[in-house]
């Protein structure tokens, strides 16, 4: 087959190592790709919204797979725009359209979505500048803290968790009139603080079948013992101990049967993934927010623990057979562990060159690129907030977490910083 995978971050280069090991491959391009994907195929340089340039590369080289690992291609409608196209309309593509990308792009058409299909979450109110006052009224309703979410999207950084009515009333004011998150928080959702232990779910879906993949959870402030602010994500553990199987029906049972029947009923052909962002509150499954796409740096954690061919999962979930498709788990745990440039996620500088990668299969330590680059000297430079994603594999969790910190103390550039604490709330709610 020959595979064309948009991105550029680590959730990408994971699947390409992912992708590679399938016999079925022939040839896969990544676009636009990153220091590290070249190692599994051919980088192209072609941005992930140029979707021209995509429709053109699908033709050129006969693509017989589209995979798309970013949200914002697929919420700006990358796949309506290649079904109005003859000559490419007929090729697979894993990524829903624009109508099912809605579930990730907008917090408020999601959070509808839920109620209208009896899906568990917390109670909501979505407001707009021209409401701003009657959200301020709302904000001194509700019990403290206070979760302000933008309604669109905002890398992974557009949700507040206020603390007190002050610092809610003043987010609201800076997201509704001051544009903190740009276009989008020009709606905002007010939404219930849920108490609880956060993990996330995997599901591949054709819109008929589905397959859960395994958990994680994730680790998205950048400081340890989870202070400071909210980053893309700053590591991921799988598989969660506390998603026993009691809990794990009680997800399939309660959220994603619903999300699948109600994407139907609505008349959504979704294909590709859904990222159900889940709170456990004393046993209770709530969702949090759906994605529409794998989570970074989730993916890193999840990718190797599947055994079964993950481009067969693919081209099954896109040509709508994935019901015949047999996954298989491995029990091992994953422990990533993200590196990220000085200041993330604040200002940051880029152009570092990255000294310890030069050691290849390390035993029981994956690497994964994000934002990375080759300069003219054919060094690998940092590219990005988050530079590299490090995945730990072991029979149990502190082994992982042992060889994943192990590998990171052997890879270095100017001012890396990463959390030393990943995977440590899950060893003691073992003991």
């Keep these: 087959m020959n595979i064309l995978l948009i991105g550029s971050g680590g959730r990408e280069n994971a699947f390409a190592w992912k992708i590679k090991q399938s016999e079925k491959c022939e040839n896969l391009w990544i676009a636009p790709g990153n220091a590290g994907s070249s ?33 914002e291609p697929l919420v700006k409608g990358l796949r309506d725009y290649m079904a109005e196209v003859p000559e490419v309309k007929d090729i697979p593509i894993v990524g829903p359209g624009k109508s099912g990308a809605r579930l990730e792009g907008s917090k408020d058409f999601s959070k509808n979505f839920m109620l209208s299909h009896e899906i568990p979450t917390a109670s909501y109110a979505t407001f707009t500048p021209s409401t701003l006052q009657d959200g301020i009224e ?158 970074d740096p989730e993916t890193q954690a999840v990718l190797p623990r599947i055994e079964s061919d993950f481009l067969e999962l693919l081209n099954a979930t896109a040509n709508k057979t994935l019901k015949d498709y047999n996954l298989s788990i491995a029990p091992t745990t994953a422990a990533t562990v993200v590196m990220v440039a000085g200041g993330y996620p604040e200002a940051y500088e880029k152009g570092k060159v990255i000294s310890g990668l030069e050691k290849k299969n390390i035993k029981n330590a994956i690497t994964f690129h994000a934002g990375t680059k080759t300069n003219t000297s054919e060094q690998i430079t940092t590219n990005g907030g988050r530079v590299l994603g490090i995945t730990g594999l072991g029979d149990t969790v502190e082994k992982a977490i042992e060889n994943a910190y192990n590998r990171v103390s052997e890879i270095t550039w100017e001012k890396a910083n990463y959390r030393k604490d990943i995977g440590q709330d899950i060893l003691k709610l073992g003991n």
């Design 138 to 295: 709302y904000l001194k309703k509700q019990t403290l803290p206070i979760v302000l979410k933008a309604d669109g999207l905002a890398a992974g950084k557009g949700v507040l968790i206020c603390s007190s009515y002050e610092e809610a009333e003043e987010s609201l004011r800076d997201m509704l009139i001051g544009q903190k998150f740009g276009e989008a928080s020009t709606r905002v959702v007010i939404e219930t603080f849920l108490t609880g232990i956060e993990l996330s779910v995997f599901v591949a879906t054709d819109g008929e079948s589905y397959k859960i993949l395994p958990e994680a959870k994730d680790y998205k402030r950048i400081g340890e013992g989870d202070t400071g602010p909210n980053t893309g994500g700053m590591g991921a553990i799988s598989p969660v101990p506390f998603a026993d199987s009691e809990f794990m029906t009680k997800v399939e049972e309660r959220i994603v049967k619903p999300t699948i029947s109600g994407l139907k009923k609505d008349g959504i052909d979704f294909r590709g993934f859904l990222f159900i962002g889940l709170m456990n509150m004393e046993g209770e499954p709530y969702v949090i927010e759906y994605n529409v796409r794998m989570g």
């Design 39 to 71: 190692a599994f195929g051919h980088n192209v340089s072609i941005g992930v919204n140029d979707f021209e340039a995509i429709k053109d590369f699908c033709i050129e080289k006969k693509v017989d797979l589209l995979v798309v690992g970013p949200e």
